[in-house]
């Protein structure tokens, strides 16, 4: 089952910055498409980004754009969200999930990890 870690601690001050990472323990990551999403308090679960995992290319949501680099390591079978200038309402369980297809719909990804709180507060 894929794994989502953060880089530091889940509490983030405004400004600051955080980076995702996730993996299936280490093995291949067989999937086209690793997705990136999130799901604030009482909201539905938000896309975020998705990339290709071949060649690499990255797909983000319009609300976030400019402030995430989602990126992989196919050596280490590892993906990546890195976000910054974060803000109070980026506070949400974050999430990856392998996909057939770079969707930016959650019913695109047949495979998620367990999800990682990140608060941004000051």
């Known amino acids: 089952r894929f794994s989502c870690r953060r880089s530091g601690g889940g509490l983030v001050q405004p400004g600051g910055s955080l980076r995702l990472s996730c993996s299936d323990s280490g093995r291949p990551f067989r999937s086209y498409a690793m997705g990136w999403f999130r799901q604030a308090p009482g909201k539905e679960r938000e896309f975020v980004g998705t990339i290709t995992w071949a060649g690499g290319v990255p797909y983000y949501a319009d609300s976030m754009k400019g402030r995430l680099t989602i990126s992989r390591d196919k050596n280490k079978n590892t993906g990546y969200l890195q976000m910054n200038s974060l803000k109070p309402e980026d506070t949400a369980v974050y999430y990856c999930?392998?996909?057939?297809?770079?969707?930016?719909?959650?019913?695109?990804?047949?495979?998620w990890g367990q999800g990682t709180l990140v608060t941004v507060s000051s």
């Open positions: 999930a392998a996909g057939p297809s770079n969707s930016y719909s959650s019913s695109g990804y047949s495979h």
